[in-house]
């Protein structure tokens, strides 16, 4: 069946610095990534995402990179920030009649003052 | 209101009995899911409703999970003889879907916690 694997499962960066979490996608079929950010006690949201025709994508202190060939694609968040502290999904979905979303386990990160 | 809403955020119940989750969606959204999220995991796909009628509900773990949409609005997960592995936050999510073969943003409600004692 459909899976995603993401990790690290848990990442503690200094702030200032920079932080990668990596995702690998087993259905072939999947054309577009979300990435989904949660802080405590809320529902996830979407942060970033891209297509299947796009190679990279970037906004302002966040990227994302896909290699459709691989199955893999990543986020990077530049200049980390204690506010960039959440649990993170990356995400595959097809989009044809509509939009299942499978989700990552999560990375939890943890950006250190 | 200004996104999905949930209620109630938190539900204790006792094992076997009935419990029922709803979801308020963003005015407008025609299409809303039930996501199943547990301790330390990624929220697990249950059901999907475009208007009233459920279009997937190939993510309902068993009989005892049942949800409707009766006017095409607010949803309500129903969950029959619960069990202490139901626990969970059951997330609500909805978009207003287009076309085919366009991704359409799923804004996500904050979810019920569910603890089956």
């Known amino acids: 069946g459909e899976n995603v694997e993401q990790h690290p499962s848990t990442l503690s960066v200094q702030e200032g610095d920079s932080a990668v979490i990596k995702c690998t996608y087993s259905?072939?079929?999947?054309?577009?990534f979300p990435w989904y950010k949660q802080e405590l006690g809320k529902g996830p949201q979407l942060i970033i995402d891209?297509?299947?025709?796009?190679g990279e994508k970037k906004d302002q202190r966040i990227a994302v990179t896909l290699n459709k060939t691989a199955k893999h694609f990543s986020l990077h968040i530049t200049e980390t920030q204690p506010e960039d502290s959440a649990v993170y999904f990356c995400?595959?979905?097809?989009?044809?009649?509509?939009?299942?979303?499978?989700f990552g386990p999560g990375t939890s990160l943890s950006v250190i003052p | 209101g200004a996104g999905v809403s949930q209620t109630p955020s938190n539900k204790v119940t006792e094992k076997g009995k009935y419990v029922e989750l709803r979801c308020d969606p963003i005015?407008?959204?025609?299409?809303l899911y039930w996501y199943r999220q547990s301790l330390g995991q990624g929220p697990e796909f249950l059901i999907y409703?475009?208007?009233?009628?459920?279009?997937?509900d190939s993510g309902l773990p068993n009989d005892r999970f049942f949800a409707v949409r009766p006017e095409g609005s607010v949803s309500t997960l129903k969950i029959q003889r619960t069990e202490r592995g139901d626990s969970a936050v059951y997330l609500c999510a909805s978009s207003f879907s287009l076309a085919a073969n366009s991704y359409n943003e799923q804004f996500f409600g904050p979810g019920t916690r569910l603890t089956v004692l």
């Open positions: 995400a595959a979905s097809r989009t044809t009649s509509y939009d299942k979303v499978i």
């Open positions: 891209i297509r299947s025709n796009v």
């Open positions: 005015s407008g959204h025609t299409a």
């Open positions: 409703f475009q208007g009233t009628g459920a279009a997937d």
């Open positions: 259905d072939s079929a999947s054309n577009y």
